[in-house]
RNA sequence: GGCCCUGUCGUCUAGCGGUUAGGACAUCAGGUUCUCAUCCUGAAGAUCGCGAGUUCGAAUCUCGCCAGGGUCACCA
């Protein structure tokens, strides 16, 4: 069997997103699951809607979820260039056979004329067809106008290796453009000249092409060329309607998520689901399984819905059980400015306190402040405790008291920790949700924070004892 | 309008003629010495779009209908 090779061939009119992105996944991993290659090519035939940085902005894409390519535009490959922009030399001497083989031929027409064309079709009720205004005599193409293929309406019926057994009418069959007046190729010709040169053996795109397959198969045939195996996954949907995901639709760049603190393992995983299961109760994937696992088989034929909330879990969910050095990793950039002077080990062990409760990374901040910087004293937090706003402040200043003289005499290991707070339990007599709320309120001044005996332990003994003592000199002034 | 595709809990889905229609996210309740989470347990949630037919038996097969989506460019 030859090598599998397969591509991902978006064109540079905006930044991915999900949707887009997830065709890449599939054809990727259709790729590496048979030991083949992938290869990144960019469609840039349509000069207006090119987009500056938007070719950047998809290798960026592809390269934070880690979908690496063995061939493309930066890095080269026996198959190209892998632009197609550059190409244009070689859709021309295509071009130049079909005229030859009286498969293409010059459109005479102006865009009023077709327009008018057009317009009286609809008017009629009628579906408008080119082919019903072919020219009688064909003029020489000298590249000012569009060169049209010339089409051999028929029936067709072939396999799609994800919508299975598909079948279309001559009426969806009709003479399109395959080279615009300025020179340019369109997609519906230079995909296939470009699939063919590059040997790629699986078409993977997105089902808003399905209607133009038979076109497709039509000038397959005119050109002689085995057509290759084709594959449309169902439309990735937006959350709110049951549109395609859309730059229109609010559908948020990829890039987006890595900014807030996706980890690219939730975004795989996400997306890989979105249509796809492997029939067993599993949920959790990694890019090397998905590798091993992935069939085009069981991809679903229907929709599915980009889901946030299901991001954000996966996210909480690789977070908590990603290796801490690798986490400590990836976390870097998302420290609060008060982190910069700490220690490897000392961030470490704060991020593993509050790993447990991130949703994406750029939550650090808000829940590690207290750990690198004194945070001013808030005293509405004690007014909103329910069980604290009941006692009188002087009450409240003697337990303050008594903590930092039992924590006085604590060597601040979690152990000692645990053993002198169960005992100031029993002296004080009081419950733990007023002793240790006070206790985490007075060291941490934040709404949230994680467990009492591990807090303390981080902070330390020099700086728990001077911020109780900062929250009683503080109340004993009000 | 023509052509094409789709239709199981709110969402993502399992299911390929016989199941109490399973799981996950989200929701709600309880437990974990304090908050927020995590974790554990439990609850609620789908007459399988609707209607016929085939069959002893249908979410699963057939037909019709309905609904949603895609596409009909010198865009991809």
Do not use: C
């Not at 004329?113 to 408008?128: H, I």
């Not at 910069?340 to 306190?353: A, H, P």
């Not at 509050?354 to 910087?373: A, M, V």
């Not at 003289?405 to 007599?429: C, H, R």
């Amino acid at each position: 069997m030859e090598q599998v090779r397969t591509r991902f061939a978006p064109s540079p009119t905006g930044a991915l997103h999900a949707g887009a992105v997830r065709t890449a996944l599939f054809a990727y991993l259709v790729a590496k699951h048979s030991n083949g290659k992938f290869i990144l090519r960019i469609e840039d035939t349509d000069q207006l809607r090119n987009v500056d940085n938007a070719t950047q902005n998809i290798i960026d894409s592809l390269k934070y979820l880690g979908l690496n390519w063995d061939e493309g535009p930066d890095i080269g490959g026996s198959f190209g260039p892998y632009t197609q922009s550059q190409r244009l030399d070689i859709y021309k001497s295509w071009a130049n056979k079909l005229i030859t083989d009286k498969r293409a031929y010059v459109d005479p027409y102006s865009k009023e004329e077709l327009e008018a064309l057009r317009t009286k079709a609809k008017t009629q009720k009628k579906p408008f067809l080119f082919r019903d205004h072919r020219p009688t005599k064909f003029e020489t193409w000298n590249g000012t106008k569009p060169l049209r293929f010339l089409s051999e309406p028929k029936t067709y019926k072939w396999n799609d290796a994800i919508m299975g057994n598909l079948s279309s009418g001559p009426e969806s069959i009709d003479d399109f453009i395959i080279i615009k007046s300025d020179g340019f190729p369109t997609y519906n010709f230079a995909h296939i000249i470009d699939d063919y040169l590059m040997k790629i053996s699986h078409v993977i795109r997105s089902q808003e092409f399905l209607p133009s397959v038979p076109k497709f198969l039509n000038l397959y045939e005119a050109l002689n060329i085995q057509v290759p195996i084709m594959a449309t996954p169902p439309q990735v949907l937006n959350e709110n309607n049951s549109r395609k995901l859309s730059k229109r639709e609010g559908a948020k760049q990829l890039l987006e998520y890595k900014k807030i603190g996706i980890l690219p393992e939730a975004m795989i995983n996400m997306i890989a689901s979105l249509g796809w299961n492997d029939g067993t109760n599993n949920e959790i994937f990694s890019l090397e399984q998905l590798v091993k696992i992935f069939e085009l088989s069981r991809v679903q034929r229907s929709g599915a819905r980009f889901s946030e909330q299901r991001l954000l879990w996966l996210n909480g969910y690789y977070i908590r059980h990603l290796d801490e050095n690798q986490l400590l990793n990836k976390v870097k950039s998302f420290w609060p400015k008060s982190a910069t002077k700490y220690s490897k080990e000392y961030k470490l062990k704060v991020l593993n306190l509050i790993k447990e409760r991130l949703k994406y990374l750029d939550e650090i901040p808000k829940l590690s402040e207290f750990f690198f910087s004194d945070l001013p004293i808030n005293n509405q937090l004690i007014l909103k405790n329910s069980s604290l706003s009941k006692l009188k402040t002087s009450e409240i200043v003697d337990l303050l008291k008594k903590t930092k003289a039992s924590l006085m005499k604590s060597d601040f290991s979690i152990e000692n920790l645990t053993e002198k707070l169960n005992e100031l339990l029993k002296l004080t007599n009081q419950p733990p949700a007023i002793l240790f709320s006070l206790i985490r309120i007075a060291t941490t001044q934040s709404p949230a924070s994680p467990a009492i005996f591990e807090t303390l332990n981080v902070l330390d003994k020099d700086r728990s004892l001077k911020r109780i003592d900062a929250l009683i000199n503080n109340l004993s002034e009000a």
